[in-house]
C-alpha cells in the first residue's frame, strides 16, 4: 500500500535558522502533498500544500518543493521564531481517483526552535 | 461557526466497557474520518467513510466500528475497551478529499 517515510524524526535550529524536513512516497498516483502543523495540545492545523503539477509553492516564511521524478517533496522554513516549535506531519494523496480521499501521513518531525 | 466537534473531549473508563465516541461537523463534508494517534506520534487512519452508509476500515487494523447514518455524523464505537486502546482519537472531514479538517481529539484512558 501508500508509504510515506519523513525525516528527520526530531530537528533542533536556533532561531533566525532555516529548517528543512523530507518526505518520500511511495504511490505514483499521488496527486496531492499537504503539511500540517500539531502544536503541542492541539489539533493538526494545514499549513501549506502542493499538488503535482506544480514544483515549488511558498507562503511567507514557509515553501514546499516536489520532484516527482524522485517521489519526495520537502517542507522549508526559513527566519525560524519559538512559536515554530511543533510536530510536522507530512501527507500524500491520490485526490478525487477512485480510491482516492485517503491522506497517508508521514512519521513525523518534532521540531524544537531555541531563542 | 463551521468546525468538527468531538465528545467527550477526555474519559477515563474501565476494562471491557464499552464507548462511543462522538464525532458532528458542521462544514457540510461528504468524506470523514478517524485517526489514532499517540502523543506527538504518527497519525494512524482506522476508519473513513465517503458518505451517508459508507464505511471503510483503515490502514490500522482497529477492533473499533463506526456507521455513518448522517451525513453530519460520525462515531466511532468501542464494545469493550482495554487498555491497548489508550490513545488519542481524531475525528476529521473534507470536502474533496484532499484538505482534510481535524476535531479537536477525544483523550482515551482505559483502566
Known amino acids: 500500500g501508500e508509504n510515506v517515510e519523513q525525516h528527520p524524526s526530531t530537528l533542533s535550529v536556533q532561531e533566525g535558522d532555516s529548517a528543512v524536513i523530507k518526505c518520500t512516497y511511495s504511490d505514483s498516483a499521488s496527486n496531492y502533498f499537504p503539511w500540517y502543523k500539531q502544536e503541542l495540545g492541539k489539533r493538526p492545523q494545514l499549513i501549506i500544500d502542493?499538488?503535482?503539477?506544480?514544483g515549488e509553492k511558498k507562503d511567507q516564511r514557509i515553501a514546499v518543493t516536489l520532484n516527482k521524478t524522485a517521489k519526495h517533496f520537502s517542507l522549508h522554513i526559513t527566519e525560524t521564531q519559538p512559536e515554530d516549535s511543533a510536530v510536522y506531519f507530512c501527507?500524500?494523496?491520490?485526490?478525487?481517483?477512485?480510491?482516492?480521499?485517503?491522506?497517508?501521513f508521514g512519521q513525523g518531525t518534532e521540531l524544537s526552535v531555541k531563542p | 461557526e463551521a468546525d468538527i466537534y468531538q465528545t467527550p473531549r477526555y474519559l477515563v473508563i474501565g476494562t471491557g466497557k464499552k464507548i462511543t465516541l462522538e464525532c458532528s461537523q458542521t462544514?457540510?463534508?461528504?468524506?470523514m474520518y478517524w485517526y489514532q494517534q499517540d502523543p506527538g506520534m504518527e497519525l494512524h487512519l482506522i476508519h473513513y467513510?465517503?458518505?451517508?452508509?459508507?464505511?471503510e476500515k483503515g490502514d490500522l487494523s482497529s477492533e473499533s466500528t463506526v456507521s455513518r447514518i448522517r451525513t453530519e455524523h460520525f462515531p466511532l464505537t468501542l464494545e469493550s475497551a482495554r487498555p491497548s486502546h489508550t490513545s488519542q482519537y481524531l475525528c476529521a472531514s473534507s470536502v474533496d478529499g484532499d484538505t482534510i479538517y481535524f476535531g479537536e481529539g477525544s483523550w482515551l484512558t482505559v483502566v
Open positions: 502542493i499538488r503535482s503539477n506544480v
Open positions: 501527507a500524500a494523496s491520490r485526490g478525487l481517483d477512485k480510491q482516492g480521499g485517503k491522506l497517508i
Open positions: 462544514m457540510g463534508h461528504d468524506k
Open positions: 467513510s465517503y458518505g451517508v452508509n459508507s464505511t
